[in-house]
């Protein structure tokens, strides 16, 4: 799969089966799209396509509503489309430039100029241009003089999209992370680089690896212990992750997500971990001390054991 964060200097795409929108998750809605996508793509000998977005529009256009977090990454996400058999995905950097364009600009300078598209796939809602002025009829005005074809995603399938990105959302911040796996179609993960820490879990006879997001806006799920699965190096590890802010240490009450890998013990400083959610096991708390937590690291690790085992 190739991906392209500039629109400058796109190569041509034959017979390019096209579909837009943010695609966040890549939940099991949208792998519905997704094949439809890249049944038409074969049938048409052609290529699959993605155009999606960074930032999210709701950060540009919505700015009053911060709490709307990301359930991944724009690096996560073409990751997962990827595995899901796409092409080309396209990373249209969400500028004015962009969205205050004209309807007609976006449909004869951004799609037929840059993609020629073969088949366009869009939601019944689909809005685009400047005020959001351009709808689905003026791109039926394009496919009734035969410049491509427009398959639309019919309004249950798109209110079926959006029921479950909020019921992902809001499974996470339940810590409810087997819900968000089964309407994911795939474990919700984070990715990140490990960073220098306090060592604090080593002298405790579990050495974790502090994860530093590179997106401010990734959703976190609620604070806790997960049994997770680890990638590093395209190697998979078990391990239990911490979310919190580690109330038994009077001195460190900073949020810090952090993982200890299993049976592992190389030096990972500056690397990139991929972790892969699979059961909230208990949530956070405070101990009385160090001894206490060291006992209980010993439990969760048996709990985790018995999860992913």
Known sequence: MKVFKKLENLPPIPNAILTIGSFDGVHKGHQKILSQVSDLARSEKGESVVVTFHPHPRHVLSPDTPNFKLITTVEEKAALLANYGIDNVIVVPFAPSFYQQSPRAYIEDFLIDRFNP???VI?????????????????????AKGIFKLLEIERQEVEDIAVSSTKIRNALLKGAVEKAAQLLGHPFSLSGKVTHGQRIGHTLGYPTANIELAEPNKLIPVYGIYAVNICHHHQMYQGMLYIGDRPTLANHHNKTIEVNIFNFDQQIYGDQLRIDFVKFLRADQRFEGLDAL??????????ALEVLN
Do not use: C, P
Not at 129 to 141: V, W, Y
């Open 118 to 120: 073969r088949w366009v």
């Open 123 to 143: 939601g019944y809602d689909h809005r685009f241009g400047n005020q959001r002025k351009g709808s689905i009829e003026d791109l039926r005005k394009y496919e």
């Open 294 to 303: 060291k006992v209980q690291l010993g439990k969760d690790k048996v709990a």
